[in-house]
């Protein structure tokens, strides 16, 4: 099963995308929470976004806009 199946851009999802390979990925925004207090669990700075592993190549993913539970804003600019 799809995990996206029944979503589409309009519902709670986020962009991701590849900083290495330009891959695109709409993450439900709930996936996008628990990676982000992983991020939290882990020790990590809060500047740091939730960052995937890219399912194409061997990078990883940042959110393209998003706002995290601590109020941090991430923006990916190319």
Do not use: A
């Not at 995990?3 to 290495?20: A, P, R």
């Not at 695109?24 to 960052?51: A, K, T, Y």
């Amino acid at each position: 099963m799809n995990i996206l199946e029944g979503f589409s851009e309009n519902d709670d999802l986020v962009e991701f995308i590849c900083t290495k390979c330009g891959y695109s990925l709409w993450v439900p925004r709930f996936i996008v929470r628990q990676l982000e207090e992983d991020n939290l669990f882990d020790g990590l700075d809060p500047s740091v976004p939730p960052q995937p592993d890219c399912q194409v190549c061997d990078g990883s993913m940042t959110p393209k806009s998003y706002t995290g539970i601590r109020g941090v804003h991430y923006e990916y600019k190319k």
